[in-house]
């Protein structure tokens, strides 16, 4: 089975600094995908970015980026410019592409703090 | 409505009684999922519909916890003889299922609190 690991229960970033989350995850697959969520206290989880396996370019979103590491099984989320809106939970996820299961596997979490 | 709904927001009970949980995904999606999010932790899979059958119910508990989507659309969790450690944060998402990457769209999930 799947598992995702973050390393990091809690992070601090002064606004307009950067910071970096990480994430391991561990798969014998070699195609699959892998997210990072957002949830702030309303609960409700956003989709800030996903990497597809096969694709060895890093995925980018405005101030949001991964370095995706296949061979290390590395996935981390390095957010540009933080702002006070990006404090929240962030989560990592991995989803299978095989054998028809759907299911988002996720990490437990960093909670991120963001100074001004 | 634009996104997916779940009702109720918040949900208290006591322990031994039954409890529905609802879902209603975005319009048009077929795929649908629930999570259960305990304190701390992140969410857990539970069970997954493509359209009206339960494709992977491989995260439920026990057979104290069932879920149902009879025409395609909305979603019932229901959980039975509630215990104190089903407490916790229950989120379903959705997903149209042809779209690139699969994303699953999330409710703001109901907060169940066993007393």
């Known amino acids: 089975a799947q598992t995702v690991t973050q390393s990091q229960p809690e992070m601090s970033v002064q606004e307009a600094e950067t910071v970096t989350l990480s994430c391991t995850y561990d798969t014998s697959e070699s195609d699959y995908y892998l997210f990072w969520y957002k949830q702030p206290p309303s609960r409700q989880m956003i989709l800030v970015i996903r990497q597809e396996a096969y694709k060895q370019q890093n995925a980018t979103e405005n101030r949001f980026s991964v370095n995706f590491q296949k061979a290390a099984k590395s996935f981390s989320l390095k957010i540009s410019d933080s702002q006070l809106g990006d404090a929240a939970m962030y989560f990592c996820?991995?989803?299978?592409?095989?054998?028809?299961?759907?299911?988002?596997?996720f990490g437990k979490g960093t909670k991120l703090t963001v100074n001004p | 409505g634009a996104g997916v709904s779940q009702t109720p927001s918040n949900k208290v009970t006591e322990k031994g009684k039954y409890v529905e949980l609802r879902c209603d995904p975005i319009?048009?999606?077929?795929?649908l999922y629930w999570y259960r999010q305990s304190l701390g932790q992140g969410p857990e899979f539970l069970i997954y519909?493509?359209?009206?059958?339960?494709?992977?119910d491989s995260g439920l508990p026990n057979d104290r916890f069932f879920a149902v989507r009879p025409e395609g659309s909305v979603s019932t969790l229901k959980i039975q003889r509630t215990e104190r450690g089903d407490s916790a944060v229950y989120l379903c998402a959705s997903s149209l299922r042809n779209s690139r990457g699969y994303e699953q769209f999330f409710g703001p999930g109901t907060r169940l609190t066993v007393l």
């Open positions: 319009s048009g999606h077929t795929a």
């Open positions: 996820a991995y989803r299978s592409t095989q054998g028809g299961s759907e299911k988002l596997v």
């Open positions: 519909f493509q359209g009206t059958g339960a494709a992977d």
